[in-house]
Every structure is written in structure tokens, then in C-alpha cells.
């Protein structure tokens, strides 16, 4: 069964410490996607990769890193610079050309700094 | 500067009755449209799209409009369910520049009350 996972579902974290975010896909989508959400700002775009070993910084990539070694898997590393990182974290995934739906996403990853 | 704009943030509608939501967009080179649907703590599910080529597609009870005159596209949802309660995004992409990116709206809140 294919699909998007992220975890943890949960994660605390305390301020000063770095913390990684873990998306895996198996639907052979050569996209991915991190996106951030906050109460009334809807979704705002991280960082981006098109294809193994290349990303793009997104509208709001400061204070965040990842990698893509793999295919399938684009982790997010949420660094000490990030001045707010309380939010809602959603990993996508898509085909190249997207394909009729759009993108697909995971549960979402809710990352509370204690 | 936001290219995907849903202005009201949340609609109550009775269940049964109908339930319009609006989105504008100012980027003439967007040429495709999706909606998603977002339930607390889970990530958005695809809904229904357009492409530029179609002024109305329908699917159930879900029916999606685009104006391309006016930079306007709507989801009306009739009959209107208590399940229909989420928030709902839309999004669009310039899929002729060969781009993979998705820009969201912030999102509307629909509460269906029975």
C-alpha cells in the first residue's frame, strides 16, 4: 500500500538542540516537499526537491536543512537558529509533471519546543 | 505576496444546504487548480481539480468553477454533510512553465451544523 509516512506524530523538543523530522515515501515520486503550517497561515513552503541529491529553499527556509540521499526519504533538520519552531510540519511528495492530484501528504509531524 | 488568496477564513452553513468557498489568484500563468481538504492533525487530502481548458468539473457532491476572466475559482458542496467539516485549501500551479510547485491559500474552515 503506497503512501507518505512521517515521524514522529509528536515531538518535543528544548530550545538550543537540533531535531530531525523523518519523511519516507514509497511512491516512487521523483518530488518532495516540506511545508510548515500555523494557526491562520496556512501552508508555507520549507524546502523543495525535485530530484536525489538537489534541493531548493523555499519561502521560509531559515533555520531549517535537509538532504535527499535518497528517493524516498527527505528529512528536515530543525536547527537552534529556528526562532519558532513551534508548528505543524507537513511532508509531500509528487510525481515530476505532479500528475492529476497534486501532491500527496503525510499525517504531519507537531513540534513543540519546551 | 500571496498568489493564492481565500479571504474568508471560516463558513458555517446548515447541513444540507450548500456551501460555497471562494479563492482568487493573481498569477495569470497558473493553469491548473486543486482543492484539499484538512482535517486537525492530519495532512490534506486531494478533493477535486481543473484545468484551465474547463470552467466547471464536478465530482458527487463536490463541484469546482473557474473564472478565468476574474482570477476566481469556487467548490460548492451540496448537499452539505456534518463530514464536510474541515478546513479547505486551494491551490494552483503554472503546470505549462514546467514547474512542480503548488501555491496554497491559507485555508477556510467550513463547519457544517446539523
Known amino acids: 500500500d503506497g503512501g507518505i509516512t512521517q515521524s514522529p506524530k509528536y515531538l518535543f523538543r528544548k530550545e538550543g538542540q537540533n531535531v530531525t523530522l523523518s519523511c519516507e515515501q514509497n511512491?516512487?515520486?521523483?518530488?518532495m516537499y516540506w511545508y510548515r503550517q500555523d494557526p491562520g497561515q496556512g501552508l508555507r513552503l520549507i524546502y523543495y526537491s525535485q530530484i536525489v541529491n538537489d534541493f531548493q529553499k523555499g519561502d521560509i527556509a531559515e533555520g531549517y536543512s535537509v538532504s535527499r540521499e535518497k528517493k524516498e526519504s527527505f528529512p528536515l533538520t530543525v536547527t537552534s537558529a529556528q526562532k519558532n519552531p513551534t508548528a505543524f510540519y507537513l511532508c509531500?511528495?509528487?510525481?515530476?509533471?505532479?500528475?492529476?492530484?497534486?501532491?500527496?501528504f503525510g499525517s504531519g509531524t507537531r513540534l513543540t519546543v519546551v | 505576496d500571496q498568489q493564492v488568496k481565500q479571504n474568508s477564513p471560516s463558513l458555517s452553513v446548515q447541513e444540507g444546504r450548500i456551501s460555497i468557498l471562494n479563492c482568487d489568484y493573481t498569477n495569470s500563468m497558473f493553469d491548473y487548480f486543486l482543492w484539499y481538504k484538512k482535517y486537525p492533525a492530519e495532512g490534506p487530502t486531494f478533493l477535486i481539480s481543473?484545468?484551465?481548458?474547463?470552467d466547471k468539473n464536478e465530482d458527487g457532491r463536490f463541484t469546482v468553477f473557474l473564472n478565468k476572466s476574474a482570477k476566481h475559482l469556487s467548490l460548492h458542496i451540496v448537499p452539505s454533510q456534518p463530514g464536510d467539516s474541515a478546513v479547505y485549501f486551494c491551490?494552483?500551479?503554472?503546470?505549462?512553465?514546467?514547474?512542480?510547485?503548488?501555491?496554497f491559500g491559507t485555508g477556510t474552515r467550513l463547519t457544517v451544523i446539523p
Open positions: 509531500a511528495s509528487s510525481p515530476q509533471g505532479m500528475g492529476n492530484y497534486g501532491y500527496t
Open positions: 481543473i484545468s484551465s481548458i474547463k
Open positions: 511512491l516512487n515520486h521523483d518530488a
Open positions: 491551490a494552483a500551479s503554472a503546470t505549462q512553465t514546467g514547474a512542480n510547485n503548488l501555491f
